[in-house]
């Protein structure tokens, strides 16, 4: 595209007065396979050095299996750290980027914002920044690829699986039905779970297949994602494959896809036309339809720190060709799809989608290892502890658990997620003290059950976790989507309630006893545990248990439906009157800081709204009940803040806390008839309502972050 062209003309016409006949000389470790791409790729910037009178000229040495008996990643680090100038650039493995870093200059003082924004952010974000540094940019990318036997899809009038479950089921039924006609030699997923680095790959790609959405970042280990990831990862290796088949290298993998008896495979793509004749190759599945993972890896190019300013100027000209859009797009045609370009745009080019499947690769949604100077002893534990789980009978907990150990030991901070610390998740309170997980014992019985049933554990995720589903500030979602969404969620989770291990949690006084006991007020992981509890006994009262006809309570109702829509069609409202809320503790200086006329009148609908519902809501004894048993425990929670805290809530916000015990007192005393239209026509109650909705969504939003 003429855009990207540009930009790299611009660039290499700045630096063109900055050199005058320099000869680079480029190292590169690969095996004998690549070295017909990287000498293509040397003659293509020589050529157009030659053309544009750029007076460079670029040598290449590539370290092979058979013209060296050392390690590259050594060879490169030795030569570094003695400071050689007998390299200019360096093209090396991402796995080792941590060792080069202080090595290679920052390529933000030599190139212009305008190229580095030509590449994907997620590629830049995870591969090729440490510390802020942009250390190096990708040449070469392979990437992962689902292969779907055509045949037997065909046969069974099957289509390619876009999540984990179609793929079980489907691999389930055509394994069945083959068996029956005595074809028993069908492999249903291979994994690549190997003890060497492509299995701590393969963990971390599958983990990340679990994220919420496609724009999240890795989920981290501490995540629920994480917990559902391997819970459902054992499920594939016990239903449709087996500990060998898990266990078994790229070499197996190969020969099983040659002979046609593999059902679904994981591996990189690798354009042979057997290979698109019998296989259909799409991205691998996730746990949400939209959501996949693809581990990228490749080979990166720095230039060293330790050479002449002339030579790093005349280096970065050939760094930016022959990362540019115009050397990938050679790449891409030459090569076909062998390759994964990071150049976000490329897969618009109609040249490039003729020899391409741009569809494919559009798809594509990148995940790399992370930057660690630990990297390899990292990966190691990475094996071992999920490996536990999958062969060796360790559960979840302690695999996880075992991971962030390790984290915690080695200097957490090497990497992290950008979103770890939001999505920190210790579902079953491994952190918690001892005293406090003795103490809700019971709790974590129907948790457990919650998390270990496959289908519900999903959607009841799934329908928690909207801060990008359910977040009117995304985009990419709507009222009808975060409605569906929720749906889903509590209709599954709902049915686990059900369960004979969730039969102590759902009494009437259990969570608000746990609260009164104090055992869960020793570290912050008793009190987020006790939380996690607390808002789970919430979504049970609020959205699962039954008014007396037996249908969804009259709150419920709305908060999944009504409350949904308003949300969306007023968020800039309630996020100005929450923000208020933040800063105000008097009502008089919390009014006079909002537009008072028009957010009230903005407000009004739901205001009305809610005053019918509390009256349906009020007059259902099953659904009263409700309320006055979420009333114990916000009192309950209350009265344990005051004591941990030394504080008393009911003075620093008294006429909060005023409106509420009046408000409550009504269902607590079932005097429904209090409630009339007639209570909401003075401008003083209205403020009240008004300023209490606000505190309500700001404590909801919190309870639900915990």
Excluded at 58 to 68: A, I, M, R, Y
Excluded at 171 to 183: D, G, V
Aim: charged letters at 25%; aromatic letters at 12%.
């Amino acid at each position: 595209m003429l855009v990207f062209k540009l930009l790299t003309f611009v660039f290499l016409f700045l630096c063109k007065e900055l050199t005058n006949g320099i000869e680079l000389n480029a190292l590169v470790d690969m095996d004998q396979t690549m070295v017909e791409v990287y000498h293509y790729m040397v003659n293509s910037f020589n050529e157009y050095a030659k053309d544009n009178d750029l007076d460079i000229n670029l040598k290449l040495t590539v370290f092979t299996q058979t013209n060296s008996t050392t390690n590259t990643n050594d060879t490169i680090k030795g030569l570094l750290n003695n400071k050689s100038t007998k390299y200019d650039l360096y093209i090396y493995d991402n796995k080792n980027s941590a060792n080069y870093v202080d090595y290679f200059i920052n390529l933000y003082d030599y190139l212009t914002e305008g190229y580095i924004s030509l590449f994907n952010d997620r590629v830049i974000s995870d591969s090729c920044v440490y510390h802020n540094k942009l250390f190096g940019l990708p040449v070469v990318l392979f990437y992962d690829v689902l292969y779907a036997n055509k045949m037997l899809l065909k046969k069974y009038n099957h289509r390619v699986p876009r999540t984990w479950d179609e793929l079980i089921e489907i691999s389930k039924f055509i394994i069945y039905n083959e068996k029956l006609m005595n074809n028993t030699n069908i492999i249903g997923y291979n994994g690549e779970f190997t003890d060497d680095e492509n299995g701590s790959n393969s963990i971390y790609e599958f983990i990340n297949t679990f994220r919420d959405s496609p724009y999240d970042f890795f989920p981290g280990f501490r995540s629920r994602n994480a917990y559902e990831a391997l819970v459902n990862l054992k499920i594939i290796k016990q239903e449709i494959s087996s500990d060998e088949i898990f266990r078994s290298n790229k070499i197996f993998t190969l020969e099983k896809l040659y002979t046609g008896r593999v059902l679904f495979a994981k591996f990189e793509n690798v354009v042979e036309e057997i290979f698109d004749s019998v296989y259909y190759k799409a991205p691998l599945p996730g746990k949400l339809n939209g959501v996949s993972g693809s581990f990228v890896y490749g080979k990166y190019l720095g230039i060293p720190n330790n050479i002449s300013e002339e030579k790093k100027k005349a280096a970065a000209i050939v760094l930016s060709y022959l990362t540019s859009y115009e050397m990938q797009k050679k790449m891409s045609i030459t090569y076909k799809q062998n390759f994964y370009s990071p150049i976000k745009y490329l897969y618009d080019d109609e040249e490039v989608c003729t020899n391409v499947d741009c569809g494919l690769m559009k798809m594509i949604q990148p995940v790399f290892m992370p930057i660690r100077e630990d990297y390899d002893s990292f990966a190691k534990n990475l094996r071992e502890s999920i490996y536990d789980y999958l062969y060796n009978g360790a559960t979840v907990e302690q695999a996880l658990s075992n991971i962030e150990k390790y984290i915690e030991l080695n200097d957490s901070d090497l990497y992290s997620s950008p979103l770890d610390d939001y999505n920190e998740f210790d579902p079953f309170g491994s952190k918690a003290s001892q005293e406090c997980q003795a103490e809700v014992a019971k709790s974590m019985a129907c948790i457990e059950k919650i998390y270990s049933e496959g289908k519900a554990k999903s959607q009841f995720l799934e329908g928690l976790k909207f801060e990008t589903v359910c977040m009117p500030s995304n985009e990419k979602t709507s009222p009808e989507n975060c409605k569906t969404i929720v749906k889903q969620g509590l209709d599954a989770v709902c049915g686990v309630f059900e369960y004979n291990e969730c039969k102590d949690f759902i009494a009437e006084d259990h969570v608000v006893n746990l609260i009164n006991s104090r055992k869960c007020e020793k570290s912050e992981a008793d009190i987020l545990l006790l939380g996690e509890i607390a808002a789970l006994k919430s979504v049970y009262l609020l959205g699962c248990k039954k008014s007396d006809s037996g249908d969804l309570c009259p709150l419920g109702q709305y908060a999944t439906t009504k409350a949904i829509d308003f949300a969306f069609a007023n968020f800039q409202t309630i996020k100005k009157l929450a923000d208020q809320d933040y800063k105000y503790t008097n009502v008089n200086e919390f009014e006079s800081a909002l537009d008072f006329g028009n957010d009230i009148l903005t407000l009004l609908p739901v205001l009305n709204d809610l005053r019918d519902i509390l009256i349906n809501n009020c007059s259902d004894a099953s659904c009263n009940k409700n309320i006055i048993a979420l009333d114990k425990m916000i009192l309950a929670s209350k009265e344990a803040y005051n004591k941990n805290q030394n504080v008393d809530l009911t003075k620093q916000y008294p006429e909060l806390f005023e409106f509420y015990d009046s408000t409550l007192d009504i269902f607590r005393k079932n005097q429904c008839n209090m409630i009339s239209k007639s209570d909401n026509s003075g401008a003083t109650t209205l403020k009240k309502i008004t300023y209490s909705l606000v505190s309500m969504i700001v404590a909801t939003s919190v309870l639900l972050l915990l």
